[in-house]
């Protein structure tokens, strides 16, 4: 009889929830964790998984050491987009195929864009700071010089599935939306621009790409002095893109008239950081994906891949090439 499959879950997903979603696999697969959240524990239960549901806290990283400890794992599957949290070259190198959740949260993601240049173009956040303090801002207000959204035109930089998703939305409200990616989309519902002309003629500009090599610093001093006066940025990427230290730079030389942050160079944002206290900076804990529908679709994502490999099908959303079939080693 063949022994069943090793299915590795790492935190911080809870463990409850991993087994009600692999109830049905019982018969052909069981579930372990590691036995204390830290990284011995997680170099102890490597070398006996199949299968790893990977941390996308990073807290533990599946790195080139890990990677060598797995020797008998077939497939990793990452519960989110970002796979900065696992040597994708190491595991390749091992023949061992990495799949992401892409999608997942391409709406939640796209709304909170939304939300968050709404919120920049009416002052929201200021206005309610304010209120609360005891103050009734209503002709500073008016000197802020409040937008309808409808009127801007909006860049989008990365045109992925959140991309794509913030495009439709924008364009439903009426704004001029245009966009950059590394490969241009015939289908896209926006017009495409090269990234220092799109930088050049952005009222809002929204950066929805991954963080790789190439893109890493791809929004700096450079290119945020291209923006026109009073231009927005969104920010629902990742931390090191758009670097924190330029973003202040061009609020305070006001390039920028605000920007709304979800992501950040280093995270959790330290306490002493400039952006904390700045009056035209919405902040957001890495949290724009974190809706109930959000979180269902990645539960959903990870269960049928997951069962996908045990069962023989081939797995979606291979991020390094490799054979959607997963074999066991």
Known sequence: MTAPWRILSLPPIDEDLVRGLFAPLADTAEIAFPVTRDRAALLDALPKADIVIADFSARLALDAEAVAAASRVA??????VGTDSIDVAALT?????????AGFNARGVAEWALGAAFSLCRNLAWGDRAVRAGEWPQMEMTARTPREIHTQRVGIVGFGAIGSEAARLFTALGCTVSYWTRRKRP?????????????????????????????KNLIGPERLALMPDNALLVNVARGGIAPDDAVLDALNSGRLAGAALDVFDQEPLPVEHPLRSHENVLLSPHAAGASVQSQLNLAVLVRDNVTAAVEGWDVRHIVNGMNPQVRRR
């Open 75 to 80: 497939f990793v599957q990452m519960p989110a």
């Open 187 to 215: 289908d896209a519902p926006a017009t495409y621009r090269d990234l220092d002309d799109l930088m050049a003629t952005s009222d809002i500009l929204v950066i929805a790409l991954p963080r790789t090599d190439e893109t």
């Open 93 to 101: 190198a091992a023949g061992v195929p990495v799949a992401n959740a």
